[in-house]
T-cell receptor, first 112, second 111 residues
Framework: EPEVTQTPSHQVTQMGQEVILRCVPI?????FYWYRQILGQKVEFLVSFYNNEISEKSEIFDDQFSVERPDGSNFTLKIRSTKLEDSAMYFCASSDRPEPQHFGDGTRLSIL | KNEVEQSPQNLTAQEGEFITINCSYSVGISALHWLQQHPGGGIVSLFMLSSGKKKHGRLIATINIQEKHSSLHITASHPRDSAVYICAVVIIGGSQGNLIFGKGTKLSVKP
């Protein structure tokens, strides 16, 4: 069964550094999403992406964050100048319809 | 404020038991999702429903829009069902991907 793949599984970064989280969605999917889960807290929506542009973003998704599809297959989340509070599990999801269907296993981001 | 409340927070069951996890929400919604989060952290979508009832294998999800309540049932539970079960809603007028998540119910099924 096709799946959403996220790399790396664990990323450790110094505070203030830029980090790029990568996702390979299922190949025929058109809708993409990023969510995050701070340890011990509930999952939160970050951003949805369709037709090569952001369709909706949450208050969390400020100027520090950006998303893109650099090569038509990967879907990336970039966090500029990371902060300690960016430490979380980040989930990518993709779908062939407007609601998220398939989630990746997540990237655990640790900011030191 | 918590727009999505789940109960119980933790649930321990013996293998074979019938399990019910509840989700209540305080806002008008267009859809509700049930998700399963594995011990390793990965998330699997189980159901999306906007009315009535859906069944997949041993899992059944129901929703009562008037009462703002949904339940996830697991029949003949098995240790491999051990996971965190998360309810998430789409607020009316919101985009389908902008889910409001509950805190999850941690289920442990003992052999």
């Amino acid at each position: 069964e096709p799946e959403v793949t996220q790399t790396p599984s664990h990323q450790v970064t110094q505070m203030g550094q830029e980090v790029i989280l990568r996702c390979v969605p299922i190949s025929n999917h058109l809708y993409f999403y990023w969510y995050r889960q701070i340890l011990g807290q509930k999952v939160e929506f970050l951003v949805s992406f369709y037709n090569n542009e952001i369709s909706e973003k949450s208050e969390i998704f400020d100027d520090q964050f950006s998303v893109e599809r650099p090569d038509g297959s990967n879907f990336t989340l970039k966090i500029r100048s990371t902060k300690l509070e960016d430490s979380a599990m980040y989930f990518c999801a993709s779908s062939d319809r407007p609601e998220p269907q398939h989630f990746g296993d997540g990237t655990r981001l640790s900011i030191l | 404020k918590n727009e999505v409340e789940q109960s119980p927070q933790n649930l321990t069951a013996q293998e074979g038991e019938f399990i019910t996890i509840n989700c209540s929400y305080s806002v008008g919604i267009s859809a509700l999702h049930w998700l399963q989060q594995h011990p390793g952290g990965g998330i699997v979508s189980l159901f999306m429903l906007s009315s009535g009832k859906k069944k997949h294998g041993r899992l059944i999800a129901t929703i009562n829009i008037q009462e703002k309540h949904s339940s996830l049932h697991i029949t003949a539970s098995h240790p491999r069902d051990s996971a965190v079960y998360i309810c998430a809603v789409v607020i009316i007028g919101g985009s389908q991907g902008n889910l409001i998540f509950g805190k999850g119910t941690k289920l442990s099924v003992k052999p």
